[in-house]
C-alpha cells in the first residue's frame, strides 16, 4: 500500500517544502492532519527555515477531509474522534506563524483541503485546478474555517454560490476572483511557490492573513441582503436540509463579530451536523454508492473485465434512442438497428436531439457532440453484428417479439458477445428461453430518460457467468452509471420495491383521501413530485400495463384500482394529452385540474370501500407511512429473498432510480431511521383494518420482534437465493 505520510524538506534557499502523501487524492485523515501539525511546528522552529511551501503528492493537493472519520462518528456518536483542525492548525499554526507558508496546488483543492490552503498566506495554482467547498452535499459545512475565509478571498455573493451549489471553479477562475495569487504551468509550480514565500517572508509581497481581511465583505447592510436572498432560496431547494440555513448563519456571525468567531461558531456548529441525520444520510448514500460494484463470486474471484468496444442496440424508441446516447458520449461505437428505415430515422434523429441538447445546456462541447455521432450507426439487419461484444435490446415490452429476437442475435453474433435485455419487469429466463447461451444472457435495466438517469439495474438469472456480469459492470462505470447486481424476479429490485408506492397512494384515494394532499405531501418529504404527478408524467398505458405484471406476480398483496381506467375512459392520459390528475400547458406549472374530482368519485363508487361510506380520517405523516411503510415491506422481501448483494444496494437504487431523498439516506436506511417496530405496528394495525395489502412480510416481523434492523446482514439460509 501507498505510505501516508506528511513529508518536511529544507532547500538551500531557506524554503521548506512540506508534502502530503495520502492516494490517490491525498484525503486528510487523522495521521495527515497529526503529521501536518508536527511539520509545520518543526519549520516554525527550526532556525534554517524562512519560509514554507504546502503541496500534495502525485498531482494532486488534497481532496479534503478523510470522509471516513465521519462514518466512525455515525457508529459511536463520538465527536472526539473529529481532530481540531481549524482553531489548532490552521490559525494558531499556519495563518498566526511567524513564518510565512504558500500553498502550491495542482489537480485539485476540494473541501478540507481548499480550507487548508486558504489558511496559507498566498496560494499558487497550476492551470485546470479544481478548487470548491463540496461539504454540504454530505450534511455538514465547512468545518476548517471555510466559512470564513472563502467569503473575505472572492467576496460574500460569490463565496455563498460556491458553498451553497457545492459546485467547484477552475483555478483561472480563482485568479480572477482572488482566491489564487497566480497561475503557473506544472513545471514551474514549485519553484515559483518557493520564491513567493521568500518575497513574503522579505515583505516584497503582502503577508496576507485571509481571516483577517475585510474589503470584500461590503458593508453590513449589503451583507444581510445578500444572506436573505440566499436564506430564501435555499428554503426553495433544500427545505429538508438543516446544513444550508446553518451555513449561513455561521457566515453572519463572522461578518458581524469578526471572522475569529466565526471559525469558532463554525467548529461547534459543524460537529453538531456531523451527528444529524441528513449527515447520516448523505454519508451512508456515499459510501454505499461505492460499495455496489463489489459482488460476491464476481470481482472477488480474479476475473479481468473484457474490453467492451463495439454495441449493439435493438429498438431506437425513447429507451434505446437514451442508451445509444449515454454510450457514444463514452465513446464506445454503437449500432442502432432499426425495422425499417423510418423508424431508424426516428432513432437516429432523438439521438442527436439528446447530444445538442447537452451543447446547448452548456454540458458538451460542439467538437465532442461531432465525434460522439461520428460513431453511431443505424442499420436495418445484422450483417454487421459479427463483431460487436454487447447487444442491448431496447424493444416494446412483448415476450414472443423478444424471444423471437435473442433466438436471432444469438446466431447473428461472437461467442463471447453479452446478450442483454432493456426489460423493466418481464423475467430473463422467459426471455432467453429458446436460447442454448444462457451464460451470455443478462438484464441491462436502465431508467428513461436513459442517457440522464444515473442507475444501471444488472439483472441475473442463475445461469449468468460471473464474466458477463463482470463486463457489464465495467460498462456501467465507463458511461458514468452507478451499477447494481439484482437477481431475477418481477421488476428486479427499483420497480419491484415501489409497485406498492402507487397501489397504497390509489388505496387512500379510494378510501377518501384528497389526491392533491397526497402529492403535496410527498413532495414535501422530498420526492421529486407525489406518485399521480408521476403518473401523468409516466402515461397511462405504462401505468395499466405494469399493474397487471404486478398484480399478477404478487396477487395476495396488489390493490386494484380502477381509477386509471376510469381516467382514460375519459379521454385523459397524463401529460401526453395536456389532461390527467393536473392540467398541463406549455411554459406553465401543471396545476391541479378539479375537474377530475367527479371522475375520481366515480372511481370511489365502483370500488367501494370507503368505511362506512365515509372518508377516514387521517393526519399529514400517516399519509406518508401508509405510502412508503409499504414500500419498505416489499423491500423486506427484497432482502430476504436475496434480490440484492446488501441492503445498502437498495438504499443506492432507491436514491438513483426512484429518486428517493439522498438526506434521508435510501429507502432502508431510512426505516432503520424510523425504526422497524413502529413500521411493523403500523402495517399489522392497517391490514386489520383495510386489507392484506398492508400485511407485514415475515422478514419485517422477525427484525420488528428482535429488535434488529432491516440493514443488518442476514444469516437465514433463504437469503441469496436469487444470486
Not at 519560509?51 to 455515525?74: C, Y
Not at 471572522?259 to 456548529?269: F, I, Q, R
Not at 368505511?611 to 415491506?633: A, H, R, T, W, Y
Request: with cysteine; glycine share 8%; net charge positive.
Amino acid at each position: 500500500m501507498a505510505e501516508v505520510s506528511v513529508t518536511l524538506e529544507v532547500g538551500n534557499d531557506g524554503v521548506a517544502l512540506i508534502t502530503l502523501s495520502n492516494p490517490p487524492v491525498n484525503a486528510m485523515a487523522v495521521p495527515i492532519i497529526a503529521g501536518l501539525k508536527d511539520k509545520f511546528t518543526e519549520a516554525m522552529r527550526r532556525d534554517d527555515v524562512k519560509a514554507i511551501v504546502l503541496t500534495g503528492k502525485g498531482g494532486r493537493f488534497s481532496g479534503g477531509f478523510d470522509i471516513n472519520v465521519f462514518q466512525k462518528v455515525h457508529k459511536t456518536g463520538d465527536l472526539s474522534l473529529l481532530p481540531d483542525v481549524s482553531v489548532d492548525l490552521l490559525v494558531n499554526i499556519i495563518e498566526d506563524g511567524k513564518k510565512p507558508s504558500v500553498a502550491a496546488i495542482e489537480g485539485l483543492a476540494l473541501g478540507g483541503g481548499l480550507e487548508l490552503a486558504m489558511g496559507c498566506h498566498a496560494r499558487i495554482a497550476a492551470p485546470k485546478a479544481q478548487l470548491g467547498l463540496p461539504e454540504l452535499t454530505l450534511g455538514v459545512i465547512p468545518g476548517f474555517g471555510g466559512t470564513q475565509r472563502l467569503p473575505r478571498l472572492v467576496g460574500l455573493s460569490k463565496a455563498v454560490e460556491m458553498m451553497l451549489s457545492s459546485k467547484p471553479i477552475l483555478s483561472e477562475e480563482g485568479k480572477k476572483l482572488g482566491l489564487i495569487d497566480a497561475v503557473v504551468s506544472s513545471k514551474e509550480l514549485l519553484s515559483v511557490s518557493r520564491k513567493w514565500a521568500l518575497d513574503i517572508a522579505d515583505r516584497r509581497k503582502p503577508w496576507m492573513r485571509s481571516l483577517h481581511s475585510t474589503d470584500k465583505l461590503g458593508s453590513l447592510f449589503e451583507a444581510r441582503q445578500i444572506l436573505k436572498v440566499a436564506r430564501q432560496q435555499a428554503k426553495l431547494t433544500a427545505p429538508n436540509m438543516p446544513q444550508h440555513q446553518a451555513c449561513l448563519d455561521v457566515i453572519e456571525e463572522g461578518i458581524v463579530h469578526g471572522g475569529y468567531n466565526g471559525v469558532l461558531k463554525e467548529a461547534k456548529v459543524f460537529k453538531g451536523l456531523v451527528l444529524s441525520d441528513t449527515s447520516r444520510g448523505l454519508v451512508h448514500v456515499f459510501f454505499a454508492q461505492r460499495t455496489t460494484s463489489k459482488v460476491p463470486n464476481v470481482t472477488d474471484v480474479g476475473l479481468k473485465p473484457r474490453p467492451v468496444k463495439k454495441v449493439a442496440i435493438i429498438g431506437g424508441g425513447l429507451m434505446g434512442s437514451g442508451i445509444a446516447t449515454a454510450l457514444i458520449l463514452s465513446n464506445i461505437y454503437v449500432l442502432l438497428k432499426e425495422i425499417n428505415s423510418e423508424y431508424l430515422q426516428k432513432g437516429i434523429k432523438l439521438v442527436e436531439a439528446n447530444i445538442r441538447g447537452l451543447v446547448t445546456r452548456k454540458k458538451l462541447a460542439a467538437d465532442k457532440a461531432d465525434k460522439a455521432l461520428s460513431i453511431l450507426k443505424g442499420v436495418l439487419d445484422y450483417s454487421e453484428f459479427r463483431d460487436v461484444d454487447l447487444v442491448i435490446e431496447a424493444v416494446i415490452e412483448s415476450i414472443p417479439l423478444k424471444q423471437k429476437i435473442f433466438n436471432e442475435i444469438e446466431k447473428e453474433c461472437p461467442p463471447h458477445c453479452i446478450l442483454a435485455s432493456n426489460t423493466s419487469t418481464i423475467d430473463l429466463n422467459i426471455v432467453g428461453e429458446k436460447t442454448s447461451s444462457q451464460g451470455r444472457i443478462v438484464g441491462a435495466h436502465f431508467f428513461s430518460p436513459a442517457h440522464v438517469m444515473p442507475l444501471l439495474e444488472i439483472v441475473r438469472t442463475e445461469k449468468t457467468s460471473a464474466q458477463v456480469i463482470l463486463d457489464l459492470i465495467a460498462v456501467g462505470k465507463m458511461i458514468k452509471k452507478v451499477p447494481v447486481v439484482v437477481g431475477n424476479c418481477t421488476g428486479f429490485a427499483v420497480n419491484r420495491a415501489f409497485f406498492p408506492y402507487t397501489q397504497s397512494a390509489h388505496l387512500l384515494v379510494h378510501l377518501g383521501v384528497d389526491v392533491f394532499r397526497i402529492d403535496r405531501l410527498i413532495s414535501s418529504f422530498g420526492l421529486p413530485m407525489g406518485p399521480f404527478q408521476l403518473q401523468d408524467l409516466a402515461g397511462y398505458g405504462v401505468a395499466l400495463a405494469v399493474g397487471k405484471e404486478f398484480a399478477s406476480a404478487f396477487p395476495d398483496r396488489t390493490f386494484r384500482s380502477s381509477l386509471v381506467e376510469v381516467l382514460v375512459k375519459s379521454g385523459r392520459n397524463g401529460k401526453n394529452n395536456g389532461k390527467g390528475y393536473y392540467i398541463y400547458e406549455k411554459g406553465s406549472k401543471p396545476k391541479p385540474d378539479p375537474s377530475v374530482l367527479p371522475i375520481i368519485e366515480e372511481s370511489r363508487r365502483i370500488t367501494n370501500i370507503l368505511p362506512g361510506g365515509k372518508p377516514i380520517s387521517v393526519s399529514d405523516q400517516e399519509i406518508v407511512e401508509m405510502i412508503l411503510f409499504p414500500v419498505v415491506n416489499e423491500s423486506c422481501r427484497i432482502i430476504d429473498e436475496g434480490v440484492v448483494v446488501r441492503a445498502s444496494d437498495l438504499d443506492v437504487a432507491s436514491v438513483l432510480g426512484m429518486s428517493f431523498p439522498s438526506y434521508r439516506g435510501g429507502i432502508v436506511f431510512w426505516a432503520d431511521t424510523v425504526g422497524p417496530k413502529h413500521i411493523y405496528t403500523s402495517l399489522k394495525k392497517w391490514s386489520e383494518l383495510y386489507g392484506s395489502f398492508f400485511k407485514p412480510s415475515k422478514f419485517l416481523e422477525e427484525r420488528a420482534t428482535k429488535g434488529v434492523p432491516l440493514s443488518a446482514p442476514s444469516t437465514s439460509s433463504a437469503s441469496r437465493s436469487k444470486l
